[in-house]
């Protein structure tokens, strides 16, 4: 099909929202090292690696630390995190990201995840949206973090469709920097004060109808 495209989706704000469990995971972490950690200091950490988000938060509170605490911290928030994940189903998709997946999929384009996370595959699976997915990459197969584009340029490379022909969802501003970097089309999921750069704004998915979704294939 000439005019298949490759839809690359971010996972954490973007299909579910798991940034309520980080935030939890982050907040243990912060507190049991005397930071106060709120939610606008949460916003820091919006499409950010875990290492990364860690020094943020030992900066927030002027703590210095060995290498081996960060990594026990480290190891401990991913604990802390995927206990708040074991009893997540198909109601934490987010509303409309379904409608827009089942469309893609009966239009045959392109479906990829392109996520910092390293928990992707378990929790699509647990929130029944796993098989939508042509292709999965995750912080377990790039090296670098957004706004670097490796996660999108590898995604589009498995899916075997130029960049240039892609289309990313996202909701952090690094995540649409990295979606520009790679001269993809950015579609940001938020706040228009906050995703600016992006191409085209939505606050959410419910925003989507289907005649924007065949203007992005035929582009």
Excluded: C
Excluded at 29 to 36: C, E, F, V
Excluded at 59 to 73: I, M, P
Aim: hydrophobic letters at 45%; glycine letters at 6%; a negative charge.
């Amino acid at each position: 099909m000439n005019n298949k495209k490759a839809f690359i989706f971010d996972l954490d704000g973007v299909i579910v929202d798991t940034a309520k469990y980080h935030f939890l995971a982050w907040q243990k972490i912060a507190k049991s090292l005397n930071i106060n950690f709120t939610h606008e200091d949460n916003e820091l950490l919006k499409g950010v690696s875990r290492v990364r988000s860690l020094d943020i938060i030992l900066g927030l509170g002027n703590v210095e630390a060995s290498q081996e605490d960060k990594d026990k911290w480290l190891i401990q928030k991913n604990e802390d995190y995927l206990s708040y994940l074991v009893d997540m189903d198909e109601s934490e998709v987010l509303p409309g990201v379904l409608k827009v997946l089942k469309l893609l999929k009966d239009k045959k384009q392109g479906i990829a995840l392109g996520s910092a996370s390293k928990n992707a595959r378990p929790i699509l699976e647990k929130t029944g949206v796993l098989s939508y997915f042509d292709v999965i990459v995750d912080g377990n197969d790039v090296s670098n973090a957004k706004p670097d584009p490796e996660v999108f340029l590898k995604a589009a490379q498995l899916l075997n469709i130029d960049p240039k022909n892609s289309i990313v969802f996202e909701d952090s501003v690094a995540g649409i920097q990295a979606a520009n970097i790679a001269e993809m089309v950015s579609v940001g999921i938020g706040e228009e004060t906050i995703l600016h750069e992006a191409d085209y704004i939505f606050k959410d998915f419910t925003f989507i109808d289907e005649d924007f979704i065949e203007s992005l294939i035929k582009k």
